[in-house]
């Protein structure tokens, strides 16, 4: 069974940063493409970053890009998601998930990711 687990949320002033992970469990991060989710109370899941580990192509959503960076470690077998200039609305349960990477990364475009983990807390107050 795939399993992704999330870590590294936190409570971070306005303008901070943090880095999230998304280690895998007992599979390898080859050849799929993953993703970073958010859900904010009350608001739909959207996605804010996305990685083919196949061919390393990143897509970005308008919303964060210049802030969000997606990067993966072959060795430790993790995807990150370094969130600079954070702001209130980035507040949310972070999630990472993943799919076939032959679909594309735009979440919108083919089936739905899956595997989903835990999700992390990401909260941004003053």
């Known amino acids: 069974q795939l399993q992704l687990v999330e870590s590294g949320g936190g409570l971070v002033q306005p303008g901070g940063s943090l880095r999230l992970s998304c280690a895998a469990s007992?599979?390898?991060?080859?050849?799929?493409?993953i993703g970073w989710f958010r859900q904010a109370p009350g608001k739909e899941r959207e996605g804010v970053s996305f990685?083919?580990?196949?061919?390393?192509?990143?897509y970005y959503p308008d919303s964060v890009k210049g802030r969000f960076t997606i990067s993966r470690d072959n060795a430790k077998n993790t995807v990150y998601l370094q969130m600079n200039s954070l702001r209130p609305e980035d507040t949310a349960v972070y999630y990472c998930?993943?799919?076939?990477?032959?679909?594309?990364?735009?979440?919108?475009?083919?089936?739905?990711?899956?595997?989903w983990g835990q999700g992390t807390q990401v909260t941004v107050s003053s």
């Open positions: 998930a993943l799919r076939a990477p032959h679909y594309g990364l735009n979440p919108t475009v083919g089936p739905p990711f899956g595997s």
């Open positions: 007992g599979f390898t991060l080859d050849y799929y493409a």
């Open positions: 990685i083919s580990t196949m061919d390393g192509s990143i």
